[in-house]
């Protein structure tokens, strides 16, 4: 069944205390407890919940809640804790992006193993220079290496979904490039890939004029050619004209 292999691809070990983001019915949830030291899993559904409890050891807790609005930091406590779950499609972007802004205060948040689409799969773990390259694949790897674990057939599931999934880990770890302006590097990378089709000079320009700035001078500065396309930048590219946007104009 799916859920052996998932399980046997996040490798828990006796002593992990694991967070369980969209418990279900419960499939990864009961192979996963008896094998972990301690057990928080999140569930929105509270009929799903009401079913799923009373499978549950003493050391597994079942929280019914939407995890987008749950305060990671609070729950989690000291670490170290690992994560996993079976993402809902339709919400799969705000998730990694609430766990990523987790890891980046949670120092004890060693890795996430998630089930999602495989073309977000596809999109997290891009490299520079593909069409799936872009924010999210930024913004997850600016603070995680990214693995795909594996990947599994609609057939896998009862009843079958109609696109094929994928389970990917994000191993967290500090940025590799120095961020002064976690806020500006964002709003940078959104800036750039909003207009994909246009070169990095005209996709930011509106972003350099609202901040009193030429984008075709903050680029020259970065030493980064203004005809180049967002997809093609590397994280120390992109770090260097955030730095460059910092700065005031000569």
Known sequence: M???????????????????????????????????????????????AAALRPKLPPHAELLVADVLDVDLISLLGAGPWRVAGNLPYNLTSPILLHLIA??????GMRDATLMVQREVADRIAAAPG????????????????????????PGAFRPGPQVY??????????????????????????AAFAQRRKTLAGALRGFAERRGQRAAAVLARAGIEPSRRAETLQLTELARLVACFSEPEP
């Open 2 to 48: 799916w859920a052996d292999k998932v399980v046997d691809a996040i490798g828990p070990q006796p002593d992990d205390r694991f967070l369980e983001i969209g418990a279900g019915p419960g499939a990864l949830t009961v192979r996963l407890a008896p094998r972990v030291a301690r057990l928080t899993a999140i569930e929105v559904d509270r009929d799903l």
């Open 102 to 107: 987790a890891a980046r205060t949670h120092s």
């Open 130 to 153: 593909g069409r799936d390259y872009g924010v999210l694949s930024i913004s997850i790897q600016l603070y995680a290496d990214v693995e795909r674990v594996l990947v599994l057939p």
């Open 165 to 190: 999934s994928a389970v990917v880990r994000l191993t967290f770890r500090p940025p590799p490039v120095e961020l002064h302006d976690p806020a500006l590097f964002e709003g940078v990378v959104r």
